[in-house]
Each structure stands twice: as structure tokens, then as C-alpha cells.
């Protein structure tokens, strides 16, 4: 029974650990995709309405509302000396560990590369005059003398024009974030869905079943502490799901 309690709270930790990572996972496009929120209060209801995040964790992570990655990775540094100091881990996986997490927080910085708002004015001005001179003065030159009708100059006018002009068009959507659905848009969803399912299968294969074993109920984590019938979800379109449970199925 005491081997069974063990194996039961190791289990609870490396589910904390499987909701943190796809926390971080999820936060990571917040800002940048819509559908996950451009705030950070967005994203934070939406983990604890999917049960990857508590109410406790969500509520002390929205007074840090700037660095919430950082926090969340802190935390996971926190969870792996705990478990270190039981005895759950080996002690040489302590500097693997490290260094797979100071590399996914340097993955997981948000950098939108973006042209200085001077040299953008500056393109489209100087694009626009440029425009405006090839259609007063590249008529003339290859006009067809003794023809009313122009259709060489009228073509070769607008092609020039269409160049310039569909350039800049060019480089004002690639400016946008690959995220964003006016662009070439990324399916964000397919990334989020597929690492989720990775991640579970990876940290679940630890722990084999054994007959008369809990297998599935001890990655249940604290359901009775999460209080579906809270005021808190009146604000909330739609029941609460049950989700840490579907989890475990």
C-alpha cells in the first residue's frame, strides 16, 4: 500500500508537469494568434477552463501578467528539486533537466519582427511618387504615333505601375505574423493538439498497469479542489467540462 501511495504522488507531480508544459505550450500564442487572446487574462481562463491550470496558479500568474512563461517554467524548476529531494528522480538528470528548460524558455520568448514605422512611411511615399511619375511620363515614351488608341502604353503602363505596387503588398503581409489569418496562416491547432498528445503519451509510459492498480484515477489531481459549481464559471459561456477526467481516459 505505502509503494502504491508513492507511485500514486508520482504520478500527480509528472501530471502537474504534463499541464505545465502544454501551459507554456499555449502561452506561447498568446498575443500572437487571436484565437488564444491578446491578453494575457485571455489565455489564463482558458487553461483553467480546460483544467491545465488552477484557479490559485491562473489567479497568482495574472499579477505577473508580463512574464507568465518565466513563472510557469520557475515553477516546473521548483516541482523537479521537490521531486529530487523524495527521491522520485535521479539526481544525475538534474543538469539534463536544467538545460531542456533554460532552452524552452529561450524557444518559447515572444519576438514579433516588425519594420520601423519611419521607413514603412518613407517606402510608401517614395513608391507612391514613383507610381505617379511612370503614369505621366512612361505613356509618352512609348506611345504609337498617328493612334488614338494606346493599347502598348496603356499595357505596359499598368504592368509597371501593378509591380511596384503589388510589392509593397507583398511586404506589408509578410509583416504580419505567420499566425495571423490574413497571411499565410499556420494551423496552430495541429501544433497544439499533436504536442499535447506527445507529451501525455511520453510522460504516461513511465507507469505500467498492474493488476488491482488505480491506474487513470491517480491523474486526477485534486478534482473535489476544483470547484466546478463556483460563482467563478457564472462569467463563463457554457458549462465547465469535465476534463480532468476525460484526461484520463
Known amino acids: 500500500q505505502q509503494q502504491q501511495q508513492q ?3 508520482q504520478r500527480q507531480c509528472v501530471f502537474k508537469v504534463y499541464r505545465y508544459l502544454n ?3 499555449y502561452l506561447a500564442y498568446n498575443g500572437v494568434d ?3 487572446g491578446m491578453v494575457p487574462a485571455d489565455a489564463l481562463w482558458d487553461l483553467v477552463y480546460v483544467g491545465l491550470l488552477t484557479k490559485e496558479e491562473a489567479e497568482a500568474l495574472r499579477k505577473v501578467s508580463s512574464t507568465l512563461i518565466p513563472v510557469i517554467l520557475s515553477w516546473l524548476s521548483r516541482l ?4 529530487l529531494r523524495e527521491g522520485s528522480v535521479a539526481g544525475e538528470s538534474t543538469e539534463t533537466f536544467t538545460r531542456k528548460l533554460t532552452d524552452l524558455r529561450s524557444t518559447s520568448i515572444q519576438h514579433i519582427e516588425q519594420e520601423p514605422n519611419l521607413v514603412k512611411v518613407m517606402l510608401k511615399i517614395v513608391v507612391a511618387l ?8 512612361h ?7 498617328g493612334q488614338c488608341w494606346q493599347p502598348w502604353a496603356m499595357s505596359s503602363t499598368f504592368l509597371t505601375g501593378f509591380c511596384y505596387v503589388g510589392i509593397l503588398n507583398m511586404i506589408r503581409i509578410l509583416e504580419k505574423s505567420p499566425y495571423f489569418a490574413a497571411g499565410e496562416c499556420i494551423n496552430i491547432d495541429g501544433l497544439l493538439c499533436h504536442a499535447e498528445q506527445v507529451t501525455f503519451r511520453c510522460l504516461r509510459t513511465a507507469f505500467g498497469r498492474t493488476e488491482g492498480s488505480l ?4 491523474l486526477v489531481l485534486n478534482v473535489a479542489e476544483f470547484d466546478k459549481d463556483s460563482a467563478a464559471w457564472d462569467d463563463y459561456p457554457g458549462p465547465p467540462p469535465d476534463v480532468l477526467t476525460d484526461m484520463t481516459e
Open 130 to 137: 514613383l507610381v505617379l511619375f511612370i503614369v505621366i511620363s
Open 23 to 25: 501551459s507554456v505550450h
Open 215 to 218: 491506474d487513470g484515477d491517480a
Open 7 to 9: 507511485q500514486q504522488k
Open 80 to 83: 523537479w528539486h521537490e521531486m
Open 139 to 145: 505613356p509618352m515614351e512609348v506611345r504609337t504615333s
Open 34 to 36: 487571436t484565437r488564444m
